[in-house]
């Protein structure tokens, strides 16, 4: 978290430890900057309180991991992605952050065989009711064994947050189109395909997620990814290999697209407003 006054004029002085007592979602570096920023903060808090007061609910998540027999490292060694492609960031020894990767090269394979990895659309509608990793590895045949959940999970998050947010009529109704906003990624920047998966979980509706965070380089704001299709295998043989590239940064507009990722560099209450005002727009 940084300090919500950050871009106030003047210097931070220090860490921010100093959380709004109201809302709990923003945090300040001193009195001061909470001073400055107490005019701009007053017309979101109440919309804050909200949001925080049901933060428990996302916490009761059933996908979680299970536990390996040994370290993340060796785990993904012995399948030959450790430290490699979007696997990059899924260990500490690698040293590497999202925000400081080159980006020139979008990443947009599995680097694991396809009995593996959901590099294609399901075999079988999606069911009811998925609570576990084992409901969702039976429901798109893959092995118990294999690492997929440690970048799946990005993409079953938002599945999860969706439906108890439907659940508990959070959500207004939706048919062909939804629209998210995505706080604070981290290295999900390298690890964007993954969304790609969506597709399995919302059939037939198109999605415009908008992810917002500080750890967005400034060269990447506004960026606009589209995308097509799963996250590929590496079996040179796979039916996903034939099709377009697994997803395009500032792709041709009259290219149909499942999924639609923008990136904003900053603070999601900065840019709130703007981006109310672009969905409306665009409905």
Same mark, same amino acid.
């Given at each position: ?10 210097p &931070?002085?220090?860490?921010? *430890? ?8 923003v ?9 400055l ?22 916490n ?13 490292c ?12 979007m !696997? *990059?960031?899924?260990?500490? &020894?690698g ?6 990767y080159?980006? %020139?090269?979008?990443?947009? +394979?599995? =680097?694991?065989?396809?009995?593996? &990895? ?5 075999? %079988?509608?999606? @069911? ?5 990793w084992?409901?969702y590895?039976e !429901?798109?045949?893959i ?10 999970? !990005?993409?079953?998050t ?6 108890l ?6 959500? @207004? ?20 395909? *993954? ?22 380089? =400034? ?13 590929? &295998? ?8 034939? +099709?377009?590239? %697994? ?7 009259r ?29």
């Amino acid at each position: 978290m940084e300090c919500a006054a950050k871009c106030g004029g003047t210097p &931070c002085s220090g860490p921010p *430890i100093r959380r709004c007592q109201r809302c709990q979602a923003v945090a300040y570096c001193s009195l001061a900057h909470q001073v400055l920023h107490r005019s701009a903060h007053k017309r979101e808090c109440e919309r804050f309180q909200q949001q925080m007061k049901r933060a428990n609910t996302l916490n009761d998540f059933p996908f979680t991991f299970t536990q390996i027999q040994d370290t993340r490292c060796s785990f993904l060694n012995r399948l030959g992605v450790h430290l490699l492609g979007m !696997w *990059i960031c899924e260990c500490s &020894c690698g040293g590497i952050s999202a925000s400081s990767y080159d980006h %020139s090269r979008l990443m947009s +394979s599995w =680097n694991l065989p396809s009995e593996l &990895c959901p590099c294609r659309g399901p075999s %079988s509608p999606i @069911p009811d009711c998925l609570t576990s990793w084992k409901d969702y590895y039976e !429901w798109r045949h893959i092995p118990f064994c294999s690492p997929a959940s440690f970048l799946l999970h !990005w993409p079953l998050t938002i599945f999860r947050a969706i439906q108890l947010a439907t659940l508990e009529s959070l959500l @207004p109704e939706f048919a062909n189109e939804l629209r998210i906003h995505y706080l604070g990624p981290g290295r999900e920047l390298l690890q964007l395909a *993954i969304f790609g998966e969506l597709q399995a979980l919302f059939p037939g509706v198109k999605l415009y997620i908008d992810l917002v965070g500080p750890a967005i380089p =400034n060269v990447r704001d506004g960026e606009k990814i589209d995308l097509c299709t799963y996250a590929q &295998c590496n079996d040179m043989g796979c039916g996903c290999q034939s +099709s377009a590239d %697994s997803y395009r940064g500032r792709v041709d507009t009259r290219l149909s697209s499942a999924i639609t990722l923008r990136l904003h560099a900053g603070c999601y209450h900065d840019c709130y407003r703007e981006l109310l005002q672009v969905a409306t727009r665009n409905q």
